[in-house]
């Protein structure tokens, strides 16, 4: 595909695309409402490169060749709409306007409805990876019209990333907003795991008193093995990254404040409107929640005057445990996001390959993971597999580490460690292998109190008790 390629918004995911996609062997025409950075953007490339800039709207439509190919990099929401109006009056059917942003799924199924009928094409794309990620490959979850990804694939595939395979990180995911779906769980899981690998940390540092050196270490080794992921690695630099302004590492300098863009409760939200649990994910969103309250946090810690009391025992023993239990969770935490796609893509008629989907993500994504490989294998195998805990290779694995993870999790009780996500984890765990769990007791409150009705185990039917 020799055709020319257009990138609308030029911030930093906008313009380290713009940058892959014409290396890739893509001329590409480039824009943005402020024309400073479009100027600051053309300062820094050469002039053997194929860019052309463009200072109106219609300069830069007029730019492209037929059919249009624009993918759109702004702010979701308002911002975006407003682009697809000021573009509209010059585009032609068959044109493809790609949104690339964190955009909510149900704005995407609105804007592909809106511009039924007109002939433009638009296509729902996730893209994960941050700034370098977007730079050099990414993972690329593209949905909308099928015919319309394999008219653009071949540009997909080549700026994607690649896994150890060699295969290209984009896969098409299903119609109307499935990419967008999808990119939003991505990024549900990814809190879960920054929240599980913070909540080692805390252990390390404040439980067990390791120095920063020592628990660069640690997760040094993890990397090495079965908990090898992006996220661990980087940790693995931040821990004893040094502080330029003072002695010590910059991480004891840093407000322990977390914030978050939505995508996170947007996932929440959608696993309360499906049905499906995910605690390891909420969990994560309420421990953000929680670290933003800096001031009641610093009342109760006068009012109480308790800190955290050391975990006594062998620190290489806790490592080894601690390890253990971050694996089982991660588990738990994936297992709880495919599940809610298996949910979402009945349900919304996505028709989701959860395997392909397991593979896009081994490259480019923030939450590229070594184990992805396996779960990639386990839908492979069984596509209708209800829950990744299921999984006879999970299954074992799980196995020899829950006492270890029980283990973390009493002794951070015991230590007055906070630990939301792999407490929330080990608790769905528990209860998904229980064939019995007290809701018989909720159910039996419903209707005492609000005559709800409950079933019986014994025998089919609706049954009422008069309780008083």
Known sequence: MSQNFGVFGLGVMGASLAKNIERNGFPTVVFNYTYDLTEAFM????????????????????????????????????????????????LEPGDILIDGGNTHFSDTDRRILALEGTGIQYIGMGVSGGEQGALWGPSIMPGGDEGTYHYIRPI?????????????????????????????????????????????????????????????????EWNKGELSSYLIEITSQIVNFPDDLKEGVLIDSILDKAGMKGTGTWTSMAALTYGEPIPTISAALHGRALSSLTEERMLAQKTYETGVNKIDGN?????????????????????????????????????????????????????????????RNSFEKQPDLPNLLLDEAFVGEIRERVDSWRDIVSAAVKAGISLPAMTSSLAYFEALRRELLPANLIQAQRDFFGAHTYKRIDREGTFHTEWE
């Open 43 to 90: 300062s820094g490339v050469n002039k053997d490169q194929k860019f052309t800039e463009a200072r109106t709207v219609y300069e830069f439509v007029n730019a492209l060749d037929r059919p249009r190919k624009i993918l759109i990099m702004v702010t979701a929401g308002k911002a975006m709409d407003a682009v697809i109006e000021s573009l509209k009056p010059f």
């Open 156 to 220: 997909l595939d080549a700026i994607a990333a690649k896994a150890d395979d060699g295969s290209p990180c984009v896969t098409y995911i299903g119609k109307g907003s499935a990419g967008h779906f999808v990119k939003m769980v991505h990024n549900g899981i990814e809190y879960g795991d920054m929240q599980l690998i913070a909540e080692a940390y805390d252990i390390l540092r404040f439980g067990l008193g390791l120095s920063p050196d020592e628990i660069a270490g640690a997760f040094t």
């Open 315 to 375: 620190p290489k023993e806790w490592v080894k445990r601690i390890g253990a239990a971050m694996y089982a969770s991660k588990i738990c935490s994936y297992a709880q996001g495919f599940a809610l796609l298996r949910i979402a893509s009945v349900e919304s008629e996505y028709n989701l390959n959860l395997s392909e989907i397991a593979s896009i993500w081994r490259g480019g994504c923030i939450i590229r993971a070594g184990f992805l490989d396996r779960i």
